[in-house]
């Protein structure tokens, strides 16, 4: 049986039989890989703590026929801090959906997409900035990774420069910002039209609307050369979180528009947030 | 291979079963064939009285005949200590140890974020109103240390901690017998954090 080696970080497991796992592992070689965890059910089995999602292992893998199947596995990094606090346990595990979604799409970027992945699981890990700020970090640099950045400074439609007075929505079809102008006309169109596709193409049911508080947050978190703490989970204003909350899930908005399915790990901690 | 059609539905049934394959559903169905009629009527009854009068307690849901089930209805049974549980299975096993004397509350699953498995699927409202209605000093969470356990230990403690009663969990660390050298990191440090005097 040919074997190779790997370091990959766990995103997923799902049973198998009585005493098996199939981990869905992201590997810097080979992008996602599936392979049989033997035995990761059984109590006090070497593998069953290695197999749980979101650990750090290097493996030695065997070719199977259908699935590879894991010989070795030597733990590297198990982020132990992430399962004391519920909110960013959440956001790992949101970053391993996301992962499993759009790994086959980055299998030309293994690498790069392993060393962001294991980044941003130490920063969540870290419990430095505060987890949400962290999460649209994530959701930006992954939206770069697969070609979809969103456009912030522009209106799509008639690509004039955004103010705070000329926000409108975030328009998830077109992967960005529309004004306020552009925005009223849409919706006018769509109140003679009565059609969901009004001929300037604007689609309300997919706009969410943009407060500049909301805005300024999206501004920041796209660009790379803001430091990572910019904000402190412990400080920040109500206020600022809230819109930082709503930035965030816009983007997740958008991105769950492009994989066409939602992404449920957040929904448990939604009114966590709230708060 | 040919079956004919009750002995090929029974093998089917069979194979239904967990860790249950092919091989070991045909020789489980060619064991029924072999039994005497009485005892087959005997197995069979055996199964749909068990599902028939075996339910969930009311109150700690555990599986009983009873309502409230042994446990519950014992008066030797400390009633100020809940420990919780995710599954009936996880109490038969604290019992065997005879060490615990309190009450129990099983969860019937653990909070899977990933899955969209969340707290309204489980009987956490039930064990809120119980600690809420009746006098519980302290609540034992014997609950796995996997992702998905301890995500239902946050959760759990999120909401039991403004309560103002005593949350515990139990200890994590090297298995009896098990060898120092060979356990992972993870196992290393839960059973360094749950040290204890000597
Ligand atoms: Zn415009
Ligand atoms: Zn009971």
Known sequence: MATYSATGINVGSFNLGESDKIVTIFTAERGLVRAVAKGARKPGSKIAGRAEPLNVNKLLLSTGRSLDIISQAEGIETFPKLRSDLVRLSYALYYAELTQHFGPGLAEENEVYFDFLRDALRRQAEQDADPAWLGLRFEFGLLDLLGYRPELTYCIICRKPLMDASLGAFHQDWGGIVCKVCMNNGQNDLAQSGDNHSPSGFTIRTAREITPLVWRHLILAADEKIPGNHLSGKTAKPSIKQSLTAARRILQGYIEHRAGKHMKSLDLVADFEDL | ?198
């Open chain 2, 1 to 198: 291979m040919h079956f004919t059609r009750p002995l090929a539905k029974l093998i089917e049934e069979f194979q239904k079963f967990p860790g249950v394959g092919p091989k070991s559903a045909q020789r489980m169905a060619f064991h029924i064939l072999s039994l005497s009629s009485e005892n087959v009527h005997g197995l069979a009854s055996a199964i749909v009285d068990a599902k028939d009068r075996v339910k969930h307690c009311s109150r700690c849901f555990h599986y009983s005949a009873q309502d409230p089930c042994e446990i519950c209805a014992s008066d030797r049974r400390d009633r100020h200590t809940i420990c919780v549980v995710a599954e009936p299975r996880d109490l038969i096993a604290l019992e065997r140890t005879r060490e615990y004397k309190g009450s129990y509350h099983v969860l019937t699953g653990l909070i899977s974020p990933m899955e969209g498995k969340g707290p309204e699927q489980l009987s956490i409202r039930e064990l809120i109103h119980r600690v809420d209605s009746e006098e519980v000093k302290e609540v034992i969470l014997a609950i796995s240390p996997t992702v998905e356990g301890d995500a239902t230990v946050l959760y759990l403690n999120h909401l039991l901690k403004p309560l103002g009663i005593k949350v515990t969990r139990i200890a994590f660390g090297l298995p009896v017998g098990g060898d120092l050298e060979y356990a992972d990191d993870v196992t290393l440090s839960r059973a360094m954090e749950g040290r204890r005097e000597i």
